[in-house]
């Protein structure tokens, strides 16, 4: 059985309570993999991370924060492939 916390109020309606990862999740998943741009909070509502996906669900960016809010590491994505 699943223990969904309470929603935060910072994190969107439609986002998913995902209770293997501890963290709320937003996208849509196309054929079982990540499609376009997700997000995902920590269970109190602090923002852990936001990446964008092509259409094969390969990474295209991505943004990680620091509890605080700041951002730890950005990086980009080349044929699956992390560069710059």
């Not at 909070?41 to 960016?61: A, S």
């Not at 509890?67 to 492939?81: F, H, L, N, W």
């Amino acid at each position: 059985m699943e223990n969904k916390p309470k929603r935060p109020d910072n994190v969107p309606e439609n986002a998913v309570w995902k209770e293997d990862e501890q963290e709320w999740e937003l996208g849509k998943y196309k054929n079982g993999k990540y499609s376009g741009f997700f997000q995902w909070w920590r269970k109190n509502g602090l923002i852990v991370c936001e990446t964008n996906f092509d259409k094969k669900g390969n990474i295209i960016d991505y943004k990680r924060y620091h509890p605080d809010g700041t951002i730890s590491r950005t990086g980009t994505y080349k044929d699956g492939v992390e560069h710059g």
